[in-house]
């Protein structure tokens, strides 16, 4: 099938928020040792500051569905474009600890809320046969903003006085948020949102656009889905126990890995290990580097590998990586294979965890509680993200090998949950999804 002009543009501007996200996300590991020393900061009162946004993030993604189902994706995410840049100005003059912590709360509103309403957006726009591919571009935009965190951080570092980078690195987000605000009104509104709230003819406009054919047999089966879940519209119900399982345990999982303490706190643990500043800022980006390589190749294969296979391979590779990273922390031998040992955990993360968690979160759920269920995931995400984040500063000050042991641990858990509890999803219609779960009446 080939991919309508429509389909491609609406996917790359709904797929900018995750640059957003993963440039917000990961910009932080470049600026906690200036923000240590500019404010004081105990281990403690740091793991607050990283925290801050992860919270944001945590109510952004439980509310992001309401919106999402009043208002539209679409309009929605224009909101969240906002929060992006309201952020980043004030993180760049901020006058204090305190306003710097209230604006990386706002940035991770957007954060939260964008990760609920791209990937929904770009599912519901999606044929069955690309979903997991062009709901991958949403990752792949994760993945690139990181690494474009990581330059920025190493570029900036190289430029400006150390004594105002870190407001420069927190601020040259701005920039983007902009122009995701006025990209978004270029593309259509979701046509499964739509026909939800019975705009049937512009959903066959919107549905002509990025499908191409089959616009009314596509129709059709979205509307007796959405017949199947009407007065059946409360999340927490017996009957979407299954979706509700994936979604929650995919997300704690994806957390459970580590990625993210890893990720916030790269330049720290480099440190830990004898790298200096700069030499730990260009490491970064050798590891951000990896995580794109390897989602790209992630996306390659999603929709033919499948997500399920994807995650098994991922559980085995990080929960080996991760091990030799401990044995390096409690030996405190061997640190020049620490780079190595994290740029091959972030390869297997970045090729199934990374690839998977969106595109999976998106389709488990009927059409009819989507946002609600998508908000539940990301919910999820962002609560396990906050809580390790908070924490992995306290726990790696007396000892950088137990966070690393523990993570370890949960991968090899994660693999015997996938293995006996995942469905495949791959190559098959939202609403199709519907019945093989079991919701079609």
């Not at 590991?29 to 900061?41: D, N, R, S």
């Not at 922390?329 to 061997?334: D, E, I, P, Q, V």
Request: with cysteine; charged share 10%; net charge positive.
């Amino acid at each position: 099938m080939k991919l309508s002009a429509s389909l491609m543009k609406s996917t790359a501007v709904a797929a900018l928020g995750g640059l957003l996200f993963g440039f917000d996300t990961a910009v932080i590991a470049g600026v906690t040792q200036a923000l240590t020393g500019t404010y004081h900061l105990s281990p403690a009162s740091l793991g607050v500051t990283v925290a801050s946004a992860l919270w944001g993030t945590v109510l952004g993604a439980m509310l992001a569905g309401v919106p999402g189902d009043r208002y539209g994706r679409r309009d929605s995410l224009r909101l969240m474009a906002v929060l992006y840049l309201v952020s980043a100005i004030g993180c760049a003059f901020a006058w204090s600890w305190g306003a710097l912590v209230f604006f990386r709360f706002v940035g991770g509103l957007g954060i939260g809320g964008s990760s609920v309403l791209g990937p929904m957006y770009i599912a519901e726009i999606s044929p069955a046969a690309w979903r997991g591919r062009l709901v991958g571009v949403f990752q792949f935009n994760i993945v690139f903003g990181i690494l474009l965190a990581y330059f920025s951080n190493y570029a900036i570092s190289l430029l400006v006085l150390s004594n105002v980078a870190w407001r420069w690195k927190l601020g040259v987000s701005a920039l983007p948020a902009g122009l995701f605000f006025l990209m978004l009104f270029a593309i259509p509104r979701s046509p499964r949102w739509l026909v939800k709230t019975r705009r049937v003819e512009e959903a066959r406009r919107v549905l002509g656009m990025t499908e191409g054919t089959n616009v009314e047999e596509e129709l059709e089966s979205i509307m007796t889905s959405l017949e199947a879940g009407r007065g059946k519209e409360s999340l927490f119900t017996r009957r979407y126990r299954i979706p509700i399982f994936l979604a929650v345990t995919v997300a704690m999982f994806n957390q459970l890995s580590g990625i993210n303490a890893i990720l916030y706190y790269l330049n720290d643990i480099f440190a830990r290990a004898g790298f200096s500043q700069v030499s730990g800022n260009l490491q970064a980006v050798a590891v951000g580097a990896t995580n794109l390589v390897f989602t790209i190749i992630a996306m390659a294969v999603i929709d033919r590998i499948g997500r399920k296979t994807l995650l098994l391979i991922g559980s085995v590779g990080t929960a080996l990586c991760l091990a030799g990273v401990s044995v390096i922390f409690f030996t405190a031998r061997h640190d020049n294979l620490l780079v190595w040992l994290l740029m091959a955990y972030i390869a297997f993360f970045g090729s199934s965890q990374g690839a998977v968690i969106w595109v999976y979160i998106s389709e488990v759920f009927p059409n009819s509680v989507r946002a609600k269920g998508q908000s539940l995931g990301c919910f999820t995400h962002w609560f396990m993200n906050a809580l390790i984040s908070g924490l992995f500063p306290l726990l790696a000050a007396a000892s950088g090998a137990y966070p690393f042991v523990f993570f370890s641990v949960m991968m090899v858990l994660q693999f015997f949950v996938v293995l006996f509890f995942y469905p495949e999803t791959k190559s098959i219609s939202l609403e199709e999804m519907q019945k093989k779960l079991g919701f079609a009446t």
